[in-house]
């Protein structure tokens, strides 16, 4: 009994492992992307300061600041998408966090009740040791 659920904590120790490794490349995947958007933004700026241009409608807008600012929009799209994944992935991660703990709870409570029960047997064995040298006297 007692391999089969160290096993089992094993087990949701490892899965609570991966799904904190997830949420943690998620996280650094959010934050690249927000980066690179960043940097796009200011790479937009100063195109639009060399050509004077600011305005994406006009007819001499910069083809490489337009470029820049489809990619800017595709980063942070793919961000928002990362979001929505990351806020799966801690949903999942707190419902692994709760298996273990149910597990780990479980476990305590067998080897309380096995302690409770070599205490006891134990006891027995103190009371008969006791009785014997009572009727020894």
Do not use: P
């Not at 942070?76 to 801690?90: G, I, N, P, V, Y």
């Amino acid at each position: 009994m007692k391999s089969r659920s160290e096993s089992l904590i094993r087990l949701k120790k490892f899965q609570v492992d991966e799904k904190r490794r997830q949420v943690a490349q998620i996280e650094m995947m959010v934050a690249d992307f927000e980066r690179m958007a960043s940097e796009l933004d200011q790479q937009i700026e100063i195109e639009q300061q060399k050509t004077g241009i600011s305005d994406v409608a006009h007819f001499a807008y910069s083809t490489f600041a337009k470029a820049a600012i489809a990619r800017r929009d595709n980063l942070l799209a793919s961000a928002a998408d990362m979001r929505d994944q990351l806020e799966t992935a801690q949903d999942a991660l707190a419902e692994a966090v709760e298996d273990l703990k149910k597990v780990e709870l479980l476990d305590q409570r067998e080897h309380g009740r096995e302690a409770a029960e070599e205490a006891k047997v134990e006891q027995s064995e103190y009371d008969e040791m006791g009785r014997l040298r009572h009727m020894r006297r």
